[in-house]
């Protein structure tokens, strides 16, 4: 379990998580691996049946959960296998989009592209080239930044805990 | 939503030979799960898709009361049914049954064996966190409707047709054209056996017009499709042909009686090399053998000012009727087979080639019109001023293998080539130079028709034709009418020198490509294409004919370039899978259907409007959102969107994404 | 945390169950509800000793401090976390408390308040200390954090860098919604409680469905709702009966808990979220936002985006109440 | 096909040990031996080793053999068979010309002409060997008055790089100060470098002397910077080339524009001017670097259309499939050498053609055509029959008020 450990003197590489849609993008990533294309191993992929099933709370759940990028990836416009789920991917993309760029995560860091079933070339380039861009942006690492927040408490809590015990000694005694 | 039960999880990765294990450490992985809460069993095995792998996983079920299943292995869309099959074999709800894709999209894809290793592990903890919020679920079965719909009457959608038809089902074949034949009936004789292409289509289509179990619809096009595997809704718009086919016997006594003597607009079927009336039927053998009126140039038509000749010569039999109008009508099929065929590469695209410029550069296919006995020139090839050619050039690859134009090989032009070359020099004696880059013969008796054709004397120069240029250089400028000798360079790379070659006419063998509106009919059907435009196959070897939406299948050249034993194998291949499917009565959908607890739902309206298949609806008495489940096809867009998180989603739940996703991102 | 209910459970008998109020980060409205009980206000005294409750009665942290610990029947605290002193006194009251009521929006979730995690701490303070319209202080000073005065040091509490809900800070058993929360609510849950009722712990002591479920102009809503534009309260007139959403109002109703019995609805305003979500959903930002795009009447990026310039601040928009709470808490790189 | 951003980056300093470690480079091993290339190629049958051998061979590992061989001395960087290669491998604009530099650097006697023509263009900056000093002469006798910068560097809005051709030889002179006509009836703001200027180092004439091209891509790159300008407007499509593809290795982003294009945009003011009826059958030559390597096939045609009477012929060869005149990659001074071979000169090949379509007029937009046509006519005995004539030149004659 070395290999996961933060501390782990490995160099540092973006985690992507991504939500690929069954019908098109998801089976370009079967595409690509069934044409052993290559591309960089940082993305871990959630299959779920369209993209409109990606619930912007997945999104920031993963990005809550320490991801460095967030990619969704689905059927290109008027091709959604349930007509239009895509589009609605798409609307949810802009707004989220505004918030994160609000909460001070780069746009570069979510991405919405449209990868047909037949585009496994795609897949590897969209892959490499959001690994490339995070790779520049350096990590976000959410949790490490919590716990870097939740610092500031630590202080009051030793202070009450050693009067806590202080007191508790001295009832003791 | 919380776990239920204690959970007993089995683990089990796959090798798949060397396939997986060649690059994550699958052993490593094995002992990692084994720490994981939850995991009972885990395991590594050689080829889990094989029967000792299946009955592994079922005999620990059995003998470690596992609840529980996640398989390593490939993609899902290949063997989760094999792995679903054998959980429930073991008496295991299969949906308790999940799978990682660590090959297609794990070491298949990376070369780091440490990274690769460490994505599947990552992938592996998300799935084991996942599948004990995994419940049981019903598969559910949908009736399947026992009508076939082909879209595409040339010999694909023809041999599909008779299939299906002769299995006792009902057919409803749509040609666009007023004829079916396709492209077939266009050739002269069909490669390596040199059969007459006529001679084995006609009666394949006067059996389409003959069988009770089919319905010809020519003249006609699909233009809008609904529903779902078993049960689509398919919108068909007829066009009037003006020539009512109950009435008309096939005389064709009213193309002669035509106000217009002489044809006067080009042929379809002669691709434009000869010309037709606006009442004609495209080649003899047509079917159905019934006249079309082209109402652009019918002057009835156009005008209602016509002397009516053909009406008049039809007298009582009152076949003509100019009160047709186009009409759509819905039609409702279980499967359909989609046949729709290639279009031919528009050789004006290659400037250097001369084609629409020289009047001596052909196609390939209006040499096949030309050396055909029903063709405009009865078969004997002539060039436009009379003469008959004494030299030809046969341009291989012409739009094909081009970074340019298409990056495919068209795969029947080599052979059609030499097919053509044979015919040619057998009819004319004309020196025949078949400009090429490889020779592909691969199939049965290909190599020996073109060792057949070598030994003719037929010259095979192995070069791309780089230029062609008229021999003397036309004076002034109007270089479309040039009539004279063409010299056709290349370099010849067997010999090393650049060759000249003076000919009296070149053909060129115009690659295969999709048809031109091929991707507005994808759309419609909701499948997928290839990069070069093909329609996509679901997989290119273990299911060539499926396409990724279920009932729908392919055959021929709509697929890829093919030739004709390809098509025809392809298209029983279609037909067997159509059958499979209506035969079966039913079909099972996955379960994975959106659904709304009552409760939890406070009426809000915002997923009405969202469902595609007006799945939601509102009930005015209870004031809630019902989803009718038989009309959701679970895509999860009023999941994600319902602002209370009251729409759940079998096999799709939040808490199953969301602890994937923790899982996921999850520091050791 | 069963071990420490046990001796709340013991005194019983012959005492009435203590309670404690106390007032963290929060504009003070949450007090208010406590007196808007009014008549019912004796029910609950005549039911329980409210042993610490700054705002109305003289106790100090030492008399707090004083109790055994777990001897507080109940702790209702109202107000984001702010300040080490608030952080000190969520402490105090949970070690002294068997139970701890996150009390209003600002402890359940953050509230107004934590609107403030989108700012830098020194941004914030500057602005309050020197840049704000009404503020003259052109030294620039600012408060100074300890003061030594004839050997004794004063210190003021730490202005933290991150606004936090009370349940990030400490254990939490309940919660009761609402900015304010209603009397009845309060009521209900206290007597519930006190009744020796124990729902799950971290239950939210409100209905569990979206306040559309309770909003009189519910019927007014069409079933083919699209968005072709949003609007702003300020800026467009608002027709009293019909369903805001309908009226391209951004109203929060459908993403919010009910229970508030509708308020802003019937005072003509459209919900803002100050219940927080339903249970079943961790971001309610998230959720609206899904839930609004997902029906916009657009389809071209450019289309889309002009529709979205009727939400001009979708972060205080979405997370008015609900900031510190959300799953990304607070902005990474703040202004 | 224009050089994407990418392959231009490739391009620079590319040599043939490095030749796969990029993209563009590694698309030769895509290479399927069908021959277009050398079945194209104008000079491809009196090649001992043509593009597509020396992709053989130098996958075999005998490409010593191909530098050894005078094959590359006949490329005339036309870009025929790069344009036609089925798989798109570059070979013009990378292969050919590393081979080229390397086979210049074993030829036993280097081709005199060309020997002394490198020379001049280092030692003076033209390849004519003419005086730095007479670069602006040819401005004494323009109707219109030509801003030189170095006299007055005010900002300007059109950077006019006259380039050799124009400022020096006779013929040349006659273009360049038609061009300053038209600039003036479009309303043009512009000026010249004047006596500072120097060969822009065209990529495609000195590809085989890429120390020469360096130096002279510098001394330009330094003399620009001292002025302010909005685009530069070129002539000599070879520069064009060196401008869009060169140029941008070093660091240069600046608008260019082919004058065609430059006076097409403005069409509409020059319109008015164009009263006069020439009654001339003209057909066009499309220059390599123009039409092939810059895709300016239409302005051109168009500006001629826009003179009232000209009817246009169109040649045999035409458009992407035109043939070079022989003068590109250093053929220019190679007409001797050419000979010796046996080897037809291009321009008289392009000139029959030309003569075929029964046009009066062969229309040019390239300065190095200017004198290859003119000779070529001579050869041929054509003078009654055709004249060459510049675009800039014929749209001038249709000046109603001259």
Known sequence: MEHTNPTDAAPWRPRIVAFFCNWCTYTAADLAGVSRMKYAPNTRIIRVMCSGR???????????????????????????????????????????????????????????????????????????????????????????????????????????????????????? | MKENGEIRIGFYICH????????????????????????????????????????????????????RIVVAACSPLLHEHTFRKATENAGLNPYFMHMVNIR?????????????????????????????????LEKKRVPVLQDVLVIGGGIAGIHASLTLANAGKHVILVEREPTIGGH??????????????????????????????????????????????????????????????????????????????EGKWPDEFNVGLSKRKPIYIPFPQAVPPVPVIDPEHCVHVKTGKCRDTCVAICGDRNAIDFTQKETLTDIK????????????????????????????????????RLINASGPTGGELLLPDGHKPESIAIVHCVGSRDVHYNRWCSRVCCMYSLKLAHLIKERTGAEIYNFYIDMRAPGKSMEEFYNRVSEEGVHLIRGRVADITPQALPEGSDQGGYLGKLVVQAEDTLIGRVRKIPVDMVILAVGLVPQKDAEEVRRMLNISCSTGGFFLERHPKLAPVNTFTDGIFLAGACQGPKDIPDSVAQAG???????????????????????????????????????PYTAISFDEAKKKAVINEALCKGCGTCVAACPSGSIRQHLFEDEEIFSEIDGLLTYA | MPEKQKPAEKRKAPEKPKVALYWCSSCGGCEESVVDLAENILTVIDAVDIVFWPVAMDFKKADVEAMPDGSIFASLINGAIRTSEQEEMARLLRKKSAVVIAYGACAHLGGIPALANQFERERILRYIYEEAPTVINTGGIRPMTTYKDNGHTATL????????TLDQVVDVDYYIPGCAPTPKLLLDALLALLRGERPPKGTVLAPDTALCEECPRKDSKPTDLHFTEFRRPHAAPIDPELCLLAQGFVCMGPATRGGCEARCIHGNMPCTGCFGPTSRVRDQGAKILSSLASNLDAQEDKDILKILEGIPDPVGTFYRYGLAGSLLRRALKPL | ??????????????????????????????????????????????????????????????????????????????????????????????????????????????????????????????????????????????????????????????????????????????????????????????????????????????????????????????????????????????????????????????????????????????????????????????????????KLYDEPRELLLAIPGIELREMVHTRENSICCGGGGGGMWLDTYYKAKGMERLSDRRLREALATGADVLAIACPYELSRFEDAVKVAGAENRIVVRDIMELLVESFGDN
């Open chain 1, 54 to 173: 990606v619930d912007p709370q997945f999104i920031l759940e993963a990005f809550a959960r320490g991801a460095d990028g967030v990619l969704v990836g689905g059927c290109h416009p008027g091709d959604c296998h349930y007509v239009e789920g895509n589009y609605k991917m798409l609307r949810r993309y802009h707004l989220l989009q505004r918030i994160l760029s609000d909460m001070g995560i780069e746009k570069e860091r979510f991405r919405l592209e449209w990868i047909s079933a037949s585009e496994g070339d795609k897949v590897k380039s969209v892959i490499n080239d959001m690994v490339e861009k995070l790779t520049g942006l350096g990590p976000l690492a959410l949790p490490d930044q919590r716990a870097e927040w939740d610092r500031e408490m630590d202080i009051l809590e030793e202070k009450m805990s050693v009067a806590e015990t202080a007191e508790k000694e001295g009832t003791h005694a």
């Open chain 2, 104 to 136: 297609e999209h794990g070491s298949w894809v990376h070369e780091d064996k440490e990274l690769a290793t460490g994505k599947a592990q990552d992938m592996i903890r998300a799935a084991i966190r996942r599948v004990r919020f995994h419940e049981p």
């Open chain 4, 1 to 294: 096909m224009l050089a994407t951003e990418e392959a231009v980056e490739q391009m620079w300093g590319v040599t043939l040990d490095k030749l796969y470690d990029s993209e563009e480079g590694r698309r030769i091993l895509s290479c399927i031996q069908c021959g277009t290339c050398v079945g194209t190629c104008p000079h491809g049958e009196y090649m001992d080793y043509p593009p597509r051998r020396i992709i053989t061979m130098l996958k075999a590992g005998l490409i010593d053999e191909v530098l050894a061989s005078d094959s590359m001395v006949m490329c005339v960087n036309c870009y025929a068979c790069q344009t036609k290669c089925p798989r798109n491998i570059r070979l013009t604009e990378i292969l050919l010309p590393i081979v080229k530099e390397q086979s210049l650097l074993q030829l036993e006697t280097m081709p005199a002409e060309l020997q002394k023509a490198i020379e001049n263009t280092f030692r003076y900056g033209n390849y004519m060997g003419e005086s730095a000093r007479k670069r602006t002469q040819w401005t004494k006798t323009s109707k219109i008055p030509v801003r030189i910068l170095s006299e007055d560097p005010r900002p300007v809005d059109a950077l006019w790089l006259v380039e050799s051709d124009l400022s020096y030889h006779p013929r040349g002179q006659d273009v360049a100060r038609a061009t300053v006509q038209i600039f003036d009836a479009i309303g043009a703001d512009f000026a010249i470098l004047g006596n500072e200027e120097r060969s822009a180092g065209d990529c495609g004439r000195l590809s085989w002397e890429p120390g020469l091209s360096e130096t002279l891509i510098d001394y330009t790159l330094s003399i620009l910077k001292k002025y302010t300008y909005n685009r530069i407007i070129v002539s000599d499509p070879h520069a064009l080339d060196a401008l869009n593809f060169r140029y941008p290795m070093f660091g240069f982003s600046d608008t260019v524009e082919a004058t065609v294009s430059f006076v097409h945009r403005h069409l509409d003011m020059l319109r008015p001017r164009l009263t006069k009826t020439l009654k001339y059958r003209v057909t066009y030559h499309d220059s390599c670097c123009l039409g092939r390597h810059n």
């Open chain 3, 157 to 164: 509490p730490v202005f933290r860098h991150v606004v936090r």
């Open chain 2, 184 to 261: 077939m009936a266009q050739f002269d004789k069909t490669f390596p056996t040199l059969d007459c292409a006529a001679c084995i289509l006609t009666p394949k289509m006067t059996s389409v017009k003959d069988h009770p179990n089919i319905t010809l619809w020519s003249y006609s096009e699909v233009v809008k499709i609904d529903g779902s595997v078993g049960n689509y809704t398919v919108t068909v718009k007829r066009k009037p042909r003006y020539v009512n086919e109950e009435l008309c016997v096939g005389c064709m006594e009213c193309i002669e009686a035509c106000i217009y003597k």
């Open chain 2, 573 to 611: 291949a279609a037909a067997a899978e159509a059958l499979a499917l209506i035969d079966a009565g039913s079909v099972e959908i996955e379960p994975n259907t959106a659904y709304i607890i009552e409760e939890d739902c406070s009426g809000c309206k915002s997923c009405i409007p969202l469902c």
């Open chain 2, 16 to 67: 798949c030979g060397v396939n997986i294990a060649s690059v994550i450490d699958v052993e490593r992985i094995a002992a990692y799960a084994a720490t994981l809460p939850g995991v009972v069993v885990s395991r590594h095995y050689k080829y889990m898709c094989s029967d000792p792998g299946q009955e592994l996983l079922g005999s620990d079920i059995r003998e470690h009361k596992l609840n």
């Open chain 2, 333 to 368: 099929v279980g499967a359909i087979v989609v046949a729709t065929g290639f279009d031919i590469f528009d050789a004006t695209q290659i400037p250097y080639y001369g084609y629409g410029k020289y009047r001596n550069v052909y196609t390939a296919l209006e040499a096949e």
